[in-house]
Every structure is written in C-alpha cells, then in structure tokens.
C-alpha cells in the first residue's frame, strides 16, 4: 500500500504561480499512474491532471490546459503540478490521487484507490 501528502497549497494573487507535491510512501510507487483533482465549496471533485506510471503521458482538463504541468520524480517518490497564470476559478481543495492498478479511464475520482488528505489553494483578485 502506499500513503500519500499533499503540500505547497497557499494564499497566491491572480496571474501568480504555485507549485504543489505530492509525496508518496512505499516502494512500489513508480508503478502508480497518478492525478491531481479539486474540489471547491459545493462542487464536485473535479479532475485537473493526470501522469502515467513513467511519466511519458499526461492529460489535462481544458479548464487547466497551458497554464498547469503535471510532473513526477520516481526516483524521490514525489508528483508535481506546477501552477501558473493562476484564476479565482482555481480555488479550491486539491488532493493527489494515485492507483495501483490499469485502467484506460484517468479523469474519474473512483479509478483512484489512494488519496492525500487534501492541501488549499486559495486565489485572490
């Protein structure tokens, strides 16, 4: 099994950037496909980015394309998702997801067996 912490959440004005991490337990990590999600107040969860076990594939959810990059560092056991030209839209609870299993599917919360607790991020005008 694996564990995972999400950091780098924070207070960022509008056009500015963030990045978080995504630490992760275990030693099996580098065979996880993993994602970013986030969730505001009343909304759903709602998919942001996506990286394959090696890295060599990402997807993006069009509210995010161009301004956010998914990355992972398996050697350090570590996921990124560096955030720029960032919008009031993009407050929110962002959770890193990560699984241990094959699926075709990526933009789902249920295709994900593991979860961090969640890290904040907060846009102002």
């Known amino acids: 099994q694996v564990q995972l912490g999400e950091s780098g959440g924070g207070l960022v004005q509008a056009g500015g950037s963030l990045r978080l991490s995504c630490a992760a337990s275990g030693r099996t990590f580098s065979t996880y496909d993993m994602g970013w999600f986030r969730q505001a107040p009343g909304k759903e969860r709602e998919f942001v980015a996506h990286?394959?076990?090696?890295?060599?594939?990402?997807a993006y959810a069009d509210s995010v394309k161009g301004r956010f990059t998914i990355s992972r560092d398996n050697a350090k056991n570590t996921m990124y998702l560096q955030m720029n030209s960032l919008k009031l839209e993009d407050t929110a609870v962002y959770y890193c997801?990560?699984?241990?299993?094959?699926?075709?599917?990526?933009?789902?919360?249920?295709?994900?067996?593991?979860w961090g607790q969640g890290t904040q991020v907060t846009v102002s005008s």
């Open positions: 997801a990560a699984r241990s299993y094959y699926s075709t599917s990526y933009d789902e919360p249920s295709k994900y067996n593991y």
């Open positions: 990286i394959n076990w090696s890295g060599g594939s990402t």
